[in-house]
């Protein structure tokens, strides 16, 4: 049996003809780039955040770096955010002139650790980016009361939790600002690239607006250096159909979940994921944890299912921040964790059929 990683052909099978009229839409009325269609995602998408305000751009790192400028953070500023996160995360601090500071992660939720963080905080530090890692929230109640008590902004990373429940709060409303990604292959993804900022912060939604259109309110009369972050059309109508369909793609998920969780439950050497308490975990990956990871891959590779590591090496150890000067070693969580973590194959199509097989080949491989 083949079973892909993820399956957008067979996703896009099930809404063929909405999603044809409303392409087609976009065309009538030649609304390619910003306008009314990316407009009416926006309605859409700030009330199923329980936010405000939700601005379409451009990507989830443009998401990221508009954010970041929306709430004034630049150069000689400090942005802690989680050492296990894609790397978007930082470039985004990097890219709005701030330093990113990492911290690790705990070791049942391998999101940003609260206990950890105070610690990293320093006069200038300016923003905690907690990343809601492979769909369940950080810990977000000690996170927002660190950031209250050291007058820091808190932006969240929802880039893989899109409809993800704290205590029934949806990712993206809890901090100043969160921040989604429409990448194809994310929970709600696009038909190309596409993102989206959500905050109830007035203020700051002004000022992301006026950035993500070349610092523009009115055409030609810019009021400050943006830059263009827009959402083009054919993205906007994509996700307002596709929106819809979200909250029964994402139980799918859920029960999906529940029977990797089921089956795999007593396996010796394989380590789960826990969904917390307080936690309305939203399945963008789900990811096992075994000593011999690259073996299993190769193995699982040989019966034809698909899987990936998210993510093989934490941020401190990329080559690309080696000028931070971190040491390996130094985050022993998250570097326990990227050397064993290995992704399931998880998507709203997954039948149980291929839950049973890739499960079986796993009993297969560990005994
Ligand atoms: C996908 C992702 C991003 C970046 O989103 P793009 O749309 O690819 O730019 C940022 N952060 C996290 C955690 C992600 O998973």
Request: glycine share 8%; proline share 4%.
């Amino acid at each position: 049996m083949k079973v892909p990683f993820l399956d957008l052909k067979a996703q896009y099978l099930t809404i063929k003809e909405e999603i044809g009229e409303a392409l087609q839409k976009v065309l009538d009325t030649t609304a390619f780039a910003g306008g009314p269609f990316v407009a009416e995602f926006e309605k859409s998408f700030a009330p199923y955040c329980q936010a405000d305000q939700a601005i379409g751009v451009g990507n989830g790192t443009d998401a990221l770096w508009v954010a970041l400028i929306g709430l004034g953070i630049g150069k000689d500023d400090e942005v802690i955010t989680a050492v296990n996160t894609f790397i978007a995360t930082a470039e985004a601090i990097s890219y709005c002139g701030a330093k990113p500071v990492f911290v690790d992660v705990e070791t049942d939720t391998f999101n940003l650790d609260p206990a950890q963080i105070e610690a990293a905080i320093t006069p200038k530090t300016k923003a905690i980016i907690p990343v809601h890692l492979y769909g369940q929230m950080a810990n977000m109640q000690p996170i927002l009361d660190i950031a209250k008590k050291h007058g820091l902004f808190v932006i969240e990373d929802a880039s893989q939790a899109h409809g993800a429940e704290y205590n029934g709060k949806r990712a993206g409303s809890l901090g100043d600002a969160g921040c989604f990604s429409f990448y194809p292959g994310k929970n709600l993804g696009a038909y190309g690239e596409a993102g989206a900022v959500v905050s109830n912060n007035a203020k700051a939604v002004d000022i992301m607006r006026m950035f993500r259109d070349h610092g523009q309110k009115q055409k030609y009369y810019h009021g400050m250096v943006g830059w263009n972050a827009r959402m083009d059309g054919f993205q906007g109508a994509v996700l307002s159909v596709k929106l819809k369909h979200l909250p029964a793609w994402t139980e799918a998920r859920r029960a999906h979940a529940k029977k990797y969780n089921e089956l795999l439950a007593n396996v010796s050497g394989v380590t789960l994921a826990k969904e917390q308490s307080w936690a309305k975990h939203v399945y963008h990956i789900y990811p096992i944890f075994v000593e011999k990871r690259d073996e299993l891959m190769k193995y699982l590779g040989e019966k034809g299912i698909a899987t990936g590591i998210h993510y093989p090496i934490p941020l401190h150890l990329q080559e690309a921040y080696q000028e931070l000067g971190y040491k390996a070693g130094q985050f022993p969580i998250a570097e326990h964790l990227a050397a064993r973590q290995v992704s399931l194959p998880m998507f709203a199509e997954l039948t149980d059929e291929q839950i049973e097989y890739i499960v079986s080949e796993i009993k297969q491989f560990m005994a």
